[in-house]
C-alpha cells in the first residue's frame, strides 16, 4: 500500500494505493471518530471537524476538514494498527 498525505485549503487529504481495501480505509475512520484508536494525540482529534472516504478498492481518498498539519497525519498513519495488519 502506498500513502500520499497533502496539505489542502480545508485540511489534509490521504491517496491510498496499491493494496488497499476501502473498507480498510473506512474501519481506520469509525476507529477514529469512537475513539478505538490510539493513533493521534487528543489535540489533533480535536482539530478535526470532517473525515470522508472515497474511491475503490485499489485507489481510496481519505479527506480530513480541520486545522491539521500534514506531519499530525503522517505521525497517525505511522501509528495505525489497521493499516499495519491489513485488517479491519
Known amino acids: 500500500m502506498n500513502k500520499s498525505v497533502f496539505k489542502t485549503t480545508q485540511g489534509v487529504k490521504i491517496d491510498?494505493?496499491?493494496a488497499v481495501k476501502k473498507e480498510q480505509i473506512v474501519k481506520m475512520v469509525e476507529n477514529c471518530s469512537t475513539g478505538a484508536c490510539e493513533c493521534m494525540s487528543s489535540e489533533?482529534?480535536?482539530k478535526i471537524k470532517d473525515m470522508s472516504v472515497s474511491g475503490?478498492?485499489?485507489?481510496v481518498e481519505l479527506n480530513l476538514v480541520g486545522d491539521m498539519s500534514k506531519e499530525d497525519i503522517e505521525?497517525?498513519?505511522s501509528k495505525s494498527k489497521v493499516l499495519d495488519t491489513q485488517c479491519c
Open 56 to 59: 475503490e478498492d485499489g485507489a
Open 75 to 77: 505521525n497517525a498513519l
Open 16 to 18: 491510498f494505493t496499491g
Open 44 to 46: 489533533t482529534k480535536e
